[in-house]
């Protein structure tokens, strides 16, 4: 069990609801459509200007799938038609062109994620021609951080090989459950062997780090099943474990309409499911890093946690400092400076964009000092369990009391309750509110506020 964590049933039962995971904020629901594709230019330029260039990370949305997974909520498109990935290599080729003709090719990049989607439908030859692209737009640190998603449904030996030639040294593996009865309620078979098979090929090519994603709250899942497939991943030891719980919203996700309600785990259930994960990777040795993420504790987020450079972007935690993001591809979400924005998530509408020789962007936002000073305070509880009242007075030029005096208010509940603790220089998360986490930073989320002033004031009416 870890030293830094408590598990509180009363405490999760309470806070434990849905909420924004914080990978931005504003987050994404704000995103407003009056951010266009003009604004995004204005912020590439901005950006490329003496001591407001950042080294850049790239996030390459690949969309699409084989076959789909019942629990999905991501952005992809199920085909078994494999020529889409080529079309899609040169819409891609295009918007690169786009953002580095703004931006300079010249601009070094230090990290890059691919993700989807499955980026492996995508064949060896289609990768490096990706790469190909990407280099041609961006100045690629050979020695930077290179991850991709990987489903290890048809991936060997061979591709892990290619992938690690071409410099990837990051894998995030999707495993879910390994429970063949689970497998089956969510479409997904994938067998033991197939998942060690592409963690041991990792390694032997050197991949500096695994991750497994695994889920709670599917249907059918049993605390027993759930523990072997827990016994399996302490056997694999996989670098980083991301634990997510499932959320079912069959109105707004299409794929989760194929699950029975009556499949699901009742709450009671969830609830174990997710302390017996807790409990048994503290035991076999790994960090809690905060919302959903465990490491080893000679990971690099680990490290970056200890270190005080932990920071949080849209792939979840990161390592790698601060950097702007590119957001490459449909639905890819990137930031600049105190800019998000997001691509068309429609793929006709992005490529028809791009084809126009237009930026392809949805929406976006562009954070108001009131927001940055917000984003601080939630990026150091998320990443650190404490945030420092007078950084955030200095970065900000405000007193942190009397700028957040609402705020402290509501802490003072969530300190009754022992989530947090509150003194003249330091608000500090317990070990019994590290998991519950994102409702400590929703407190400082002022959109979330308004909300339900809006809908308080909409009920007296
Ligand atoms: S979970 Fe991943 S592999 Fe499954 S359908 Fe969704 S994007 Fe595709």
Redesign the pocket.
């Known amino acids: 069990m870890f030293s830094s964590v408590v598990i509180d049933a009363n405490l999760i039962a309470r806070y434990g609801g849905n909420g924004p995971r914080y990978t931005s904020y504003p987050t994404a629901d704000r995103f407003v459509e009056a951010f266009d594709a003009e604004a995004y230019r204005h912020w590439l330029h901005n950006r490329n200007v003496g001591s407001q260039t950042r080294p850049l990370s790239l996030y390459v949305h690949l969309p699409f799938?084989d076959?789909?997974?019942y629990?999905?909520?991501?952005n992809?498109i199920?085909t078994r038609h494999h020529d889409r990935a080529a079309v899609y290599l040169a819409t891609l080729a295009k918007e690169v062109a786009l953002v580095s003709r703004e931006l300079g090719a010249d601009r070094k990049v230090d990290q890059i994620h691919l993700g989807?989607?499955?980026p492996t439908f995508f064949s060896d030859r289609e990768i490096r021609e990706l790469m190909e692209i990407l280099s041609k737009g961006f100045d690629l640190n050979p020695a930077g951080e290179y991850a991709i998603?990987v489903?290890p449904r048809g991936v060997g030996e061979e591709r892990i090989a290619h992938l690690a030639e071409l410099g990837f040294n990051r894998i995030s593996i999707?495993v879910q459950d390994f429970d063949p009865e689970v497998q089956r309620a969510v479409n997904?078979i994938q067998t033991v062997e197939q998942t060690f098979a592409v963690t041991d090929a990792a390694r032997r090519h050197n991949f500096r780090s695994v991750n497994y994603d695994l889920i709670y709250g599917l249907p059918r899942q049993t605390l027993e099943g759930f523990e072997r497939t827990l016994d399996l991943v302490c056997k694999a030891l996989p670098d980083r474990v991301a634990l997510y719980s499932y959320a079912h919203l069959p109105t707004v996700f299409m794929?989760q309409r194929r699950i029975a309600l009556e499949d699901l785990p009742p709450p009671r259930i969830k609830l174990a499911l997710m302390t017996c994960a807790i409990k048994m990777l503290g035991a076999a040795g790994y960090v809690y890093i905060g919302m959903d993420h465990f490491a080893r504790p000679e990971d690099d987020l680990a490290l970056a946690q200890n270190q005080g450079r932990l920071t949080r972007n849209f792939q979840g935690y990161s390592s790698g400092g601060d950097t702007d993001t590119i957001g490459l591809g449909v639905s890819a979400i990137g930031s600049i400076g105190p800019a998000t924005i997001q691509n068309h998530k429609d793929l006709s509408e992005y490529a028809a964009s791009v084809d126009a020789g237009c930026l392809p962007v949805m929406r976006g936002i562009e954070a108001s000092a009131d927001d940055l000073a917000r984003r601080s305070v939630i990026q150091s509880l998320a990443c650190h369990f404490r945030v420092s009242k007078e950084s955030v007075s200095i970065a900000h030029l405000m007193d942190f009391d009397d700028y957040f005096s609402l705020e402290i208010q509501d802490l003072a509940l969530l300190k009754e309750d022992g989530l947090v603790e509150m003194d003249d220089e330091w608000i500090t998360v317990t070990p019994a509110g590290r998991l519950l986490v994102r409702a400590v930073c929703m407190v400082f989320d002022r959109h979330l506020r308004e909300g339900r002033q809006r809908a308080r004031y909409s009920r007296v009416m």
């Open positions: 799938c076959t789909v997974c629990y999905c909520a991501c992809k199920v989807g989607g499955t998603e489903d999707g997904r794929p």
